[in-house]
């Protein structure tokens, strides 16, 4: 799995772990049961801390993603667990209201916003 | 279990002219904080209170609970620090050097000096005035470590290093803090350094301090809101605001730092302050820390 820290990018370097590792999921590029690096791997790898690293494992194990086996390491989940379609839907509304809010201040019109939205989708099926 | 503690502290090197105003704050173990502030700000004279080689006026510094001038034995045994400005004896080779630190400590760990030693490629006949700054940097982390230390103080370690010796240092560092958890407190004017090893930061200004929080929460829960000056003076309006930390002008416009989200700034500056057009944005620490001290005098 290649992470890489960018030091200019907006997002705290735990944030940007998440999203790589929740990229490469949606990609395929890390399939369900493939074992992540241990937290000294990965940070000494991307020389940050470890405990970087294990806020970041902590944070995807928290939402479903991954989980850690005592002893054995941390996996990415066979499935991710079942979640009411109520609930699934008030996860996600966390992020749309920050995709809104975002484009809010930037001055992105909501057609616009639909528009990315759909040009991305379709780089996801591809 | 609180490793290092600042209560209080003062110091001046002339009386009149405090260069320590009363800090506090304090490290508990395991933990790593980066220490910001301005050249002059007071860093390094913090440091050397910790360490004990200068004491403080008023307040105290406690170092796993002991006085570091009380009982400088037992703390410096247990203690390691690098400084930018180090200097070690320049007419001694690598290896006397390292041998004179190995003798003083008893917990001082040979594998470790072994693997650091390959790892930096140090001769052990080399004349330390031979040395390149970064090599010199290197011998003196090596003896500042090897004896495995509980708290490490490091003043500038990459000050003055090219960045591939600046990353050697940091790599260097993260596997230590990966063997032993180490408690490290170490100032720093690189902020991406100071972005991969810490997690909470300290910043002090003028022998006080400023800002002391997580490292994730400066950038997640703080935000810099831009406002035209006009047509009337806000900077009032902005000052009086809840979470406001600082003011100050940039051309016409004000730059404010909240530390509120910036959705949450937004609304506070639009619904409670009545000013509109503001741009209210995520802040990077670099401008953090200008915003909070560039701007002082």
């Not at chain 2, 991406?192 to 950038?219: C, P, Y």
């Not at chain 2, 100050?248 to 700034?265: N, S, V």
Request: glycine share 8%; net charge neutral.
């Amino acid at each position: 799995m290649q992470l890489h820290i960018n030091s200019g990018d907006e997002l705290p370097i735990y944030r940007q772990i998440m999203r790589q590792i929740i990229d490469a999921v949606a990609a395929g590029r890390i399939s369900p049961g493939e074992q992540l690096p241990s937290h000294r791997d990965l940070a000494e790898q991307l020389v940050i801390a470890p405990l970087t690293v294990k806020k970041a494992y902590d944070e995807l194990e928290r939402q479903g993603l991954i989980s850690t086996q005592r002893g054995r390491g941390t996996f990415v989940r066979e499935r991710v667990p079942a979640i009411e379609p109520a609930e699934r839907r008030e996860r996600l509304r966390d992020a749309a209201q920050r995709l809104l809010s975002q484009a809010a201040l930037s001055g992105v019109s909501f057609d616009e916003v639909l528009t990315l939205l759909a040009e991305i989708q379709k780089g996801i099926e591809r | 279990m609180r490793v290092l503690e600042f209560n209080d502290v003062y110091r001046a090197y002339q009386r009149g002219s405090d260069v320590l105003r009363g800090i506090t704050f304090s490290l508990e173990a395991g933990e790593v904080v980066g220490l910001l502030g301005k050249n002059g700000a007071g860093k390094t004279t913090l440091i050397r209170v910790a360490i004990g080689m200068i004491e403080a006026q008023k307040g105290s510094a406690r170092v796993f609970g002991l006085d570091p001038r009380a009982d400088a034995l037992e703390v410096k045994r247990r203690v390691g620090y690098v400084s930018e400005d180090q200097v070690l004896p320049e007419f001694l080779s690598v290896g006397e050097v390292i041998r004179l630190h190995r003798g003083l400590f008893p917990t001082w760990d040979e594998g470790l000096e072994r693997r650091l030693r390959e790892r930096f490629a140090l001769s052990p006949k080399s004349k330390i005035k031979t040395l390149s700054k970064g090599q010199a940097r290197q011998v003196a982390l090596l003896c500042a470590v090897a004896h495995r230390p509980e708290l490490l103080l490091l003043d500038e370690p990459a000050g003055g290093l090219d960045p591939s010796a600046r990353r050697e240092f940091l790599e260097t560092s993260i596997q230590l803090l990966n063997e032993a958890g180490t408690t490290i407190l170490f100032s720093s004017h690189y902020m991406t350094d100071v972005e991969r090893m810490a997690s909470r930061i300290v910043m002090i200004h003028e022998g006080r301090l400023l800002l002391d929080n997580n490292l994730d929460d400066l950038r997640e829960k703080f935000t810099l809101v831009m406002v035209p000056n006009t047509p009337e003076d806000r900077r009032a309006r902005l000052r009086g605001a809840a979470g406001c930390l600082s003011v100050r002008d940039q051309g016409d416009a004000l730059h404010a730092i909240f530390a509120l989200e910036p959705e949450r700034c937004r609304c506070v500056v639009e619904k409670d302050l009545g000013i509109q057009n503001a741009y209210c944005t995520p802040i990077a620490l670099e401008d953090m820390f200008i915003e909070l001290v560039g701007g002082r005098s």
